[in-house]
């Protein structure tokens, strides 16, 4: 079979083309499952099986353990945590040290699998003002993160760049019913990337000594140039099956710009507490 020779400027124009195209196509995946991982409510920040967390720290001495999986979609791209470790230890009165290790999995629409070692998340919740039972003034604590470049980017698995998460959160109960939330600031740097605002507010009732119910709503600023403020919700609960064995689970959406931010979410968790 005869080949019939290329020309050398359609050739290389072929693949120049082809090469900016598919640069195109990564960096939209890599977009992609950035924001699904910062939207993913058991990654970056969690107070399980929440987005919003509380103030409220591990008694001193104390441990919580938490195997857990979390997912978000939005156009083009499924990603999350499959599984995923999470540690809270009480070290000191009113002072609680926190560790997630994940394993994390993105599959962008029309590409593969990917799925490997996550970002490893560290953090340290402080107590400052315990609640008032019987009055109004709230339980309130600090809750600062930070967002360790464990994972690969460039397979969709982490950000790239350490980022630090510096919130503050209030809680109060009311006979069978708590509430709690807050917000902070997000300090994410990379190219293209903005520093952004995360605000979120929970409401949930005991409904039998078991089981707790709840949702929460949340919004989130712009966290790169071109991206749009979002805003979402979930719905979920806490079920006791004894003392120190406890499932969580949530489910939601976005409310605004749902497309590229959290067209459904998820967070499931086996808890053992002791």
Same mark, same amino acid.
């Given at each position: 079979?005869?080949?019939?020779?290329?020309?050398?400027? /359609?050739? *290389?124009?072929?693949?120049?083309?082809?090469?900016?195209?598919?640069?195109?196509?990564?960096?939209?995946?890599?977009?992609?499952?950035?924001?699904?991982?910062? *939207?993913?409510?058991?990654?970056?920040?969690?107070?399980?099986?929440?987005?919003?967390?509380?103030?409220?720290?591990?008694?001193?001495?104390?441990?919580?353990?938490?195997?857990?999986?979390?997912?978000?979609?939005?156009?083009?791209?499924?990603?999350?945590?499959?599984?995923?470790?999470?540690?809270?230890?009480?070290?000191?009165?009113?002072?609680?040290?926190?560790?997630?290790?994940?394993?994390?999995?993105?599959?962008?629409?029309?590409?593969?699998?990917?799925?490997?070692?996550?970002?490893?998340?560290?953090?340290?919740?402080?107590?400052?003002?315990?609640?008032?039972?019987?009055?109004?003034?709230?339980?309130?604590?600090?809750?600062?993160?930070?967002?360790?470049?464990?994972?690969?980017?460039?397979?969709? *698995?982490?950000?790239?760049?350490?980022?630090?998460?510096?919130?503050?959160?209030?809680?109060?109960?009311?006979?069978?019913?708590? /509430?709690?939330?807050?917000?902070?600031?997000?300090?994410?740097?990379?190219?293209?990337?903005?520093?952004?605002?995360?605000?979120?507010?929970?409401?949930?009732?005991?409904?039998?000594?078991?089981?707790? *119910?709840?949702?929460?709503?949340?919004?989130?600023?712009?966290?790169?140039?071109?991206?749009?403020?979002?805003?979402?919700?979930?719905?979920?609960?806490?079920?006791?099956?004894?003392?120190?064995?406890?499932?969580?689970?949530?489910?939601?959406?976005?409310?605004?710009?749902?497309?590229?931010?959290?067209?459904?979410?998820?967070?499931?968790?086996?808890?053992?507490?002791?």
């Amino acid at each position: 079979m005869a080949i019939t020779p290329r020309d050398p400027v /359609t050739t *290389l124009a072929g693949t120049a083309a082809a090469s900016a195209s598919h640069g195109r196509r990564r960096l939209a995946v890599l977009q992609a499952a950035l924001a699904a991982a910062l *939207l993913a409510p058991g990654s970056a920040l969690a107070g399980p099986p929440f987005r919003t967390d509380d103030p409220e720290p591990v008694d001193y001495g104390h441990w919580e353990v938490y195997g857990f999986s979390t997912a978000t979609q939005i156009r083009g791209d499924t990603s999350g945590i499959l599984p995923g470790l999470e540690v809270n230890y009480g070290a000191a009165p009113d002072l609680q040290l926190h560790l997630i290790a994940p394993l994390a999995f993105d599959q962008p629409s029309g590409g593969g699998w990917q799925s490997g070692y996550g970002d490893t998340e560290l953090g340290m919740k402080y107590r400052f003002v315990q609640e008032d039972a019987k009055g109004w003034r709230p339980m309130v604590g600090i809750f600062p993160l930070l967002e360790a470049p464990t994972g690969d980017a460039e397979r969709g *698995l982490g950000a790239g760049h350490a980022r630090e998460f510096l919130p503050v959160w209030l809680q109060k109960s009311f006979g069978g019913w708590q /509430t709690y939330g807050g917000g902070g600031y997000w300090i994410n740097p990379g190219a293209g990337n903005k520093n952004y605002w995360f605000a979120g507010w929970q409401l949930q009732r005991q409904i039998t000594e078991q089981l707790a *119910l709840g949702g929460e709503i949340f919004h989130q600023t712009a966290d790169s140039a071109g991206a749009s403020d979002s805003t979402g919700f979930n719905l979920g609960g806490i079920f006791d099956i004894t003392e120190h064995h406890h499932l969580l689970f949530s489910a939601g959406r976005g409310l605004e710009n749902a497309t590229e931010s959290n067209e459904f979410s998820y967070y499931v968790a086996y808890q053992l507490t002791f």
